[in-house]
């Protein structure tokens, strides 16, 4: 009945996974840890100490030359032109709909350089169509495929910056929220960047991926006295939605605008065209007529993907992401729901397997890390 | 490994038949599958089951499995105390019991499995 899968890819921390024990899965055609003390443990310990994520799966794509700001401009909603050289930014590169190819964070690395990194599940796809979206623009513009030359290790929580911190000497405390430096984390050469997926503080780290295990060791051992734990796919998963990150495949796709996507804030209407901006204006001036929105459910049951929400009894929307928060202990989710429903406090019916549950609109996000910077 | 005073089925359920009814749990294989369990939603007391009939759900945070009944009979009795503390089932899950069935009659043995072969199946 099945045929025999494609053999999965390896980040260069896999065999560290395997040795703690991780329960691996595949993921976008990688195998991946899904936990390893467990989903809620590595949940807990990111939101009250510090936790270290392998996702080196994750895609890395350059442009470069003269163009190439211009030509990143023209694929992308956000403005990177306001970017200055170490500093990065959350964008969307957009189809002529003003759809998702992918959501991506975009780093200037120089006047004219920039890296994007973009999810595991599209880096072929963005590839191509960065490649062509370069080419059509023309002028002197280069795209590479650069993901093979990272890696990239993510240390979240409220204790990752003094852990980092006996490792390197990049003024971590100058750095601010996405903003990055080139520097030495355990004698080892890195860019690293205040950014992550959890809705903490912490960092990302890119390196070589020669050098990812000993940096990874490193990590550990440095966080060892604060209890650090290695942290898989089920707890990032279960971090971002409290923090409502979207997650591609789930809260958007190539079927969802940036508006219905709730991500209004990262469509720099005055930097000049791009690709699906006048979709999009248009959208904005007759309204949207669905909009992602964050739920809590009231009655004893958990609204998971692909789930109904139902208005007066019939199917009106649809669950993009849900689960029990380990942290906060609710059941919350993300929805895709009719205009006529987005409105917090707005109840909402969910179809769990068979039965109707209630629930409510709640405002964004479920978490808010205590203010810190 | 797998306690020698029940029977199993191979959905991970585990049966202890007492003098008036049975208890029903999950092995240590499912709990260990499941992950963290953070909701089990349970029957009504009162409602007939058959043997191999869906009787609840039982979700971690990744995913919902579906509970079967091992043997036909009543529901006597759910374990309320799993609405706060579900990872029970995780902890102890040989100790942990979900439902209380009063059987209706022994079961035909094809469908339930011994400690050794039990053992053998999740090996």
């Known amino acids: ?373 | 490994m797998y306690p020698a005073d029940r029977q199993y089925t191979r959905d991970h359920e585990w049966v202890r038949v007492g003098e008036a009814e049975a208890a029903v749990g999950i092995t240590d294989f499912a709990q260990r599958q499941l992950g963290d369990v953070v909701f089990v939603e349970l029957p009504e007391v009162g409602r007939r089951v058959k043997q191999g009939d869906v009787f609840g759900t039982i979700e971690s945070v990744k995913a919902v499995s579906e509970l079967f009944s091992p043997i036909s009979g009543e529901v006597v009795a759910v374990n309320d105390d799993l609405g706060l503390h579900p990872d029970s089932i995780n902890k102890t899950p040989h100790d942990t019991w979900i439902v209380r069935i009063r059987p209706d009659g022994p079961e035909a043995d094809a469908a339930l499995l011994d400690a050794a072969a039990y053992g053998d199946l999740v090996q």
């Open chain 1, 1 to 373: 009945m099945s045929s025999s899968p494609a053999v999965l890819k390896k980040t260069p921390l896999h065999a560290r996974h395997q040795a703690l024990g991780a329960r691996m899965m595949p993921f976008a055609g990688w195998d991946m840890p899904v936990e390893y003390s467990g989903i809620t443990d590595e949940h807990v310990a990111v939101r009250t100490r510090v936790g270290l994520f392998d996702v080196s799966h994750m895609g890395e794509i350059e442009l470069a030359g003269g163009a190439a700001l211009a030509a990143l401009q023209a694929m992308t909603s956000n403005d990177a032109g306001r970017l200055t050289p170490g500093q990065a930014q959350y964008s969307a590169l957009t189809t002529p709909e003003g759809t998702f190819v992918d959501d991506l964070i975009v780093y200037r690395l120089a006047a004219d350089h920039f890296l994007l990194v973009v999810n595991a599940s599209n880096i072929q796809k963005d590839a191509r169509w960065i490649t062509a979206s370069a080419q059509a623009h023309g002028g002197d513009v280069a795209v590479v495929n650069a993901s093979a030359r990272y890696a990239l290790v993510a240390l979240q929580g409220p204790g990752a910056e003094a852990v980092l911190a006996t490792l390197t000497d990049i003024d971590l405390a100058g750095l601010k929220y996405y903003w990055f430096e080139h520097g030495e984390v355990a004698g080892l050469r890195c860019t690293v960047s205040r950014t992550g997926y959890t809705g903490e503080n912490g960092f990302e780290i890119l390196l070589p991926p020669a050098d990812a295990v000993r940096l990874w060791d490193a990590l550990l051992a440095a966080g060892a006295e604060v209890d650090i734990r290695p942290c898989g796919l089920g707890a990032r998963d279960t971090l971002r939605l409290e923090a409502c990150m979207r997650l591609y495949g789930n809260e958007m796709d190539e079927t969802v605008t940036v508006l219905e996507a709730g991500l209004g804030w990262i469509i720099a209407w005055d930097k000049g065209d791009f690709t699906g901006r006048d979709r999009l204006e248009a959208q904005r001036a007759r309204g949207v007529d669905r909009q992602l929105i964050a739920f809590e459910m009231i009655d004893r049951a958990i609204g998971r993907h692909g789930y109904a929400v139902l208005d007066q009894g019939r199917p009106a929307g649809v669950v993009t992401s849900g689960t029990q928060t380990p942290f906060l202990k609710k059941a919350i989710g993300m929805a895709m729901v009719p205009a006529a429903l987005v409105s917090v406090g707005q109840a909402l019916q969910i179809e769990v397997r068979g039965r109707v549950a209630g629930a409510r609109v709640v405002p964004e996000p479920f978490y808010k890390r205590p203010p810190r910077r």
